[in-house]
């Protein structure tokens, strides 16, 4: 494995471990009708991610940066882009391979066409600006929301606690200036 590789797998797995530290309770006072999720399964969660990711760069055959990786109680969404259904189909199959893996829903699309270098810097931005503006949203309150973007094309997905949430997520997506069109690739924590 070269060190390019070993250095992007390292990184996920710091970032897979840091994601835990966000995992504690809100300072919301409101009284909560049952725990959804443990510390527990949200560590396991963080561990299924980081081995999918990491499958996903170990194959030559994806290009895996722009596939992200969500787990919610062992069921794994995949999102972004891929350039072909061969590849999205292979994503597929990685993940479903993986140890505690109970479910793989497949939110990803096929690219479109290629994108220039000035392309991908603009949907750098519009990333950055979405996200930005749905972390300051007072509806949305999730950081569980991806935002991926290709040629003005934002893909929103991940989870979020109800209907309004992801109304509210697409509206705010929609008024970043750049964004041509957003996709909701969003699931409603059950």
């Known amino acids: 494995m ?22 504690g309770k809100s300072g919301d006072k409101e009284p909560q009708a049952e725990a959804k999720t443990t510390v527990g399964t ?5 561990v299924i991610t980081t081995k999918v990711k990491s499958a996903l760069l170990k194959d030559t055959g994806l290009e895996s940066l722009d596939i992200k990786v969500e787990t919610r109680r062992g069921e794994v969404q995949l999102s972004g ?13 990685i993940a479903q391979e993986v140890k505690g893996v109970r479910n793989v829903d497949n939110k990803m699309n096929i690219k479109t066409r290629d994108t220039s270098v000035g392309t991908k810097v603009d949907d750098s931005v519009i990333t950055t600006q979405v996200k930005d503006a749905l972390l300051n949203d007072p509806i949305i309150k ?4 991806s935002v991926v973007t290709r040629d003005g ?9 109800n209907q309004t949430q992801i109304d509210r997520a697409i509206e705010v997506a929609q008024e970043v200036e750049g964004v041509k069109n957003v996709l909701n690739e969003m699931s409603i924590n059950e």
């Open 81 to 93: 882009f891929v350039e072909s259904q061969n590849q999205m189909d292979r994503a597929i199959a």
């Open 153 to 161: 094309e934002v893909q929103l997905s991940g989870f979020v606690e």
């Open 42 to 46: 949200e560590i396991d969660d963080s």
């Open 142 to 145: 999730s950081f569980d929301i």
């Open 2 to 23: 070269n060190i390019k590789n070993r250095l992007i797998i390292l990184a996920i797995m710091v970032v897979g471990s840091l994601s835990i530290a966000g995992c």
